[in-house]
């Protein structure tokens, strides 16, 4: 490879070159009893690949023209060329999983080559706060580091890392260059394919981390875990307590929780009251609460809800009522994509559906208070034992949070078990 | 070949690894600003090469001039050891030969092989087989 084509590549690239292709090719040599002309072809077909001449794979269609008759098994040495001098470098000329595979090779374990550390580099710590463009200037290694579990798609189609880098590759794709308003924002996390398929946690990161990098914000990062988290607020020192401790604030959690619930009963209408207003007809029940929602009524609508579901009438009236199935269809246009409101008409698990319905309508429609909404939630599910849960304890920060829900492939699914 | 890396090849690896702690860490790249017609930079030069590690000698090549790498490879030569690919690839058909025909008579000389037979042998090699038995 000559030198001006070696320094066209990303400097890990040129070091990896330099410091495992040569002696690997001298160990081919060694290994296949090669004979010159051999190892000149083969060391040409590598730079060839590296400097993107030739595509990946089309390796094994190569090495067929080998000169001089080799006597090797042609697959076991493409196999070992793919492993050892491509796969290193996936993410730069993608399909190399694919080349293995092909190869009856198993694709090895993820490996990222180590950007090389000039002086001026700085060492990132685990928890820092700061810019997000001013972080990518400073630390090289920011702008590598992972914020959402799955790999995302860019604009030429490949997969690649979730990384900061391509997240932000990946919004000026989406939005064009520039800087762009909150609005835009929200757009394209709630429309961008790779976006709507995060679940909400993530998205939170990817809202600071692009609010960051429009608006030059200062936040706080988190990267002592595989993926780095981002808040406003700098996280509370993770100090362990001791188990006494926690067991007297879950305690004093749960006595919380159970007064909550009391009062929030309290306020509820009676069953009889609803039905009586509802002239005994449990379809009218769903005018009645349609038009509590219309005038903000937080404890009509709620008992409303507590009577459908005592009645197992809820996941019908989802199902068939017009008014409450095109409110939930623009709610899961906006917050998962338009392509997303079909999912509705499909085969949607009806938890699901329950589960998004009630976020609606107390979380969006009465804007309940976070307290009151998982009180409220926890009460409508579990009036009936076995009905599925829709809210989780996150024991640690004593406070429930939803389940979380995914998109895979145009199709709502659950990401976590409770 | 330069003398000295005969006769005085004992004297000359202390020397050696005197400059190689002295040059650890050192900045390669701006090796290239070194004047190649000035005998004593381009002394200076060769021992440094002599002496660099592989990202030396990587920081050197992205900025040397052809005929600084020809030195460069020349110098490596003398030592004995295996040059990087992309030095080898970065070589006119014409300098390759010559420093693979260096490396083999330094080899040879450390097996007790006197140039003068070593040169005979180079005779009978083609290029093919000569890069091969320094592989």
Wanted: with cysteine; hydrophobic share 40%; aromatic share 8%.
């Amino acid at each position: 490879m000559l030198i001006n084509e070696l320094k066209t590549l990303p400097e890990e690239i040129q070091v990896f070159i330099w410091e495992v292709v040569s002696d690997f090719n001298d160990k081919l040599y060694d290994e296949f009893s090669l004979d010159y002309p051999q190892f000149e072809f083969i060391n040409k077909v590598e730079d060839d690949i590296i400097l993107k001449k030739t595509k990946i794979v089309d390796l094994p269609i190569i090495l067929e023209k080998m000169p001089n008759h080799f006597k090797g098994d042609l697959r076991v040495l493409a196999l070992k060329i793919a492993t050892v001098v491509f796969w290193p470098l996936q993410d730069y000329l993608g399909n190399v999983d694919r080349l293995i595979l092909r190869l009856g090779g198993k694709v090895p374990k993820h490996i990222s080559l180590k950007k090389k550390q000039s002086s001026d580099d700085k060492q990132l710590p685990e928890t820092f706060q700061g810019k997000v463009k001013d972080l990518i200037n400073k630390y090289p290694e920011f702008k590598d580091l992972r914020l959402s579990p799955n790999k995302i798609v860019n604009d030429k189609g490949l997969m690649v890392n979730p990384s900061v880098q391509n997240w932000i590759a990946d919004y000026i794709h989406f939005l064009g260059a520039g800087q762009h308003s909150s609005l835009e924002r929200a757009k394209y996390i709630s429309k961008s394919p790779n976006a709507l398929k995060l679940a909400d946690k993530y998205k939170n990161c990817l809202r600071y981390l692009l609010l960051s990098y429009d608006e030059n914000t200062e936040l706080y990062f988190n990267r002592s875990e595989s993926l780095l988290t981002i808040e406003e607020e700098p996280a509370k020192q993770n100090i362990k307590q001791p188990e006494a401790d926690v067991n007297v604030g879950f305690d004093k959690f749960l006595s919380n929780l159970k007064s909550k619930l009391n009062k929030f009963e309290e306020q509820l209408f009676p069953s009889d009251i609803i039905m009586s207003e509802a002239e005994n007809n449990i379809n009218k029940v769903r005018d009645i609460l349609w038009q509590s929602i219309g005038v903000g009524d937080r404890d009509k609508t709620i008992s409303c809800l507590k009577l459908l579901i005592e009645r197992k009438a809820l996941d019908l009236m989802i199902k068939e009522d017009n008014r409450f199935r095109n409110i939930l269809k623009r709610f899961i246009g906006v917050k998962y994509g338009q392509n997303m409101e079909r999912a509705l008409a499909e085969n949607i698990d009806p938890l699901i559906a329950r589960r998004i319905f009630l976020e609606m309508i107390l979380s969006d429609k009465l804007s309940l208070p976070e307290e009151d909404l998982f009180v409220a939630v926890f009460l409508l599910t579990n009036i009936s034992t076995n009905s599925g849960q829709l809210i989780y304890l996150d024991k640690k920060d004593q406070k429930f949070q939803w389940r979380t829900i995914q998109v895979v492939g145009n199709k709502f699914a659950w990401v976590d078990k409770v | 070949m330069n003398a000295d890396d005969g006769d005085n090849l004992g004297t000359n690896y202390v020397t050696r690894a005197l400059l190689k702690s002295a040059t650890d860490g050192m900045d390669y790249s701006r090796l290239q600003e070194m004047d190649l017609q000035v005998p004593e930079e381009r002394r200076l030069f060769e021992q440094l090469a002599k002496v660099a590690t592989q990202d030396q000698q990587r920081q050197l090549l992205q900025e040397a001039n052809p005929d600084q790498i020809k030195l460069f490879a020349e110098a490596l030569a003398e030592t004995g050891q295996k040059l990087n690919k992309v030095i080898m690839d970065n070589l006119t058909p014409g300098v390759k030969r010559e420093v693979a025909e260096t490396t083999y008579i330094v080899k040879e000389a450390r097996r007790g092989v006197s140039e003068a037979e070593a040169r005979a042998k180079l005779a009978e090699l083609d290029d093919a087989k000569l890069y091969g038995m320094l592989k």
